[in-house]
């Protein structure tokens, strides 16, 4: 099992450009999650899916937009990027009924 | 919505001492609380949890107390060898039951042990 993969692992962007981060995982977990860590600040929830066909909004959504392609996959999506969105974005998953989360590697993203 | 306070930002120590993390919680209906490691480069993993119903848990070098009346748990890794080097989140919530899980992350501690 390779967990949950994310790509891509590094990525630089301009000002107003858009980009999607893709997000899977081969556990066959029904719960998924975006986070971003930023230095101090720990990690922010940006947007959540409870299980197939469902998304809600976390502590800091704004500028952002998610898609739940299927069990397997999550994307999050920078529309207009903005260099508050610098960030390194972590990806998780979650078994139905258990606790623990498992964290992709997560990329790194620079908005200049 | 919960708050989670994690101290101290950073920690440094010798090898073979001890090393606390410390966290404080406001929400009273918060009861399952884990800590995860973050190795430089990579994402966090779950090392240790605890629930409200246990007061300490565990597992050779570390351990994690809980104390609900004051609302704060803390990690505690005893022999501290340079491999424990890492950042260290603590977290908060309200036990998945098949619903929504939404932890509440602290601001993490990165530990430094000097050989």
């Known amino acids: 099992n390779a967990g949950v993969t994310q790509t891509p692992k590094f990525q630089v962007l301009k000002t107003g450009q858009s980009m999607t981060l893709q997000c899977a995982q081969d556990?066959?977990?029904?719960?998924m999650y975006w986070y971003r860590q930023d230095p101090g600040m720990g990690l922010r929830l940006i947007y959540y899916s409870a299980s197939e066909g469902t998304t809600d909004k976390g502590e800091v959504p704004n500028g952002y937009n998610v898609s739940r392609l299927n069990k397997r996959e999550f994307s999050l999506r920078l529309e207009s990027a903005a260099p508050s969105q610098t960030s390194v974005y972590f990806c998780?998953?979650?078994?139905?009924?258990?606790?623990?989360?498992?964290f992709g590697p997560g990329t790194r993203l620079t908005v200049l | 919505g919960e708050n989670v306070e994690q101290h101290p930002s950073t920690l440094s120590v010798q090898e073979g001492d001890s090393a606390v993390i410390k966290c404080t919680y406001s929400?009273?209906?918060?009861?399952?609380f884990p800590w995860y490691k973050q190795e430089l480069g990579k994402g966090p993993q779950l090392i240790i949890d605890?629930?409200?119903?246990?007061g300490e848990k565990k597992d050779q070098r570390i351990a994690v107390t809980l104390n609900k009346t004051a609302k704060h748990f803390s990690l505690h890794i005893t022999e501290t060898q340079p491999e424990d080097s890492a950042v260290y989140f603590c977290a908060a919530s309200i036990g998945a039951s098949g619903g929504s899980y939404i932890p509440t992350f602290g601001r993490g501690t990165s530990l430094i042990v000097h050989p």
């Open positions: 929400d009273s209906a918060s009861n399952y």
């Open positions: 605890i629930r409200s119903n246990v």
């Open positions: 998780a998953s979650r078994l139905a009924g258990r606790n623990e989360q498992f």
């Open positions: 556990m066959n977990h029904n719960s």
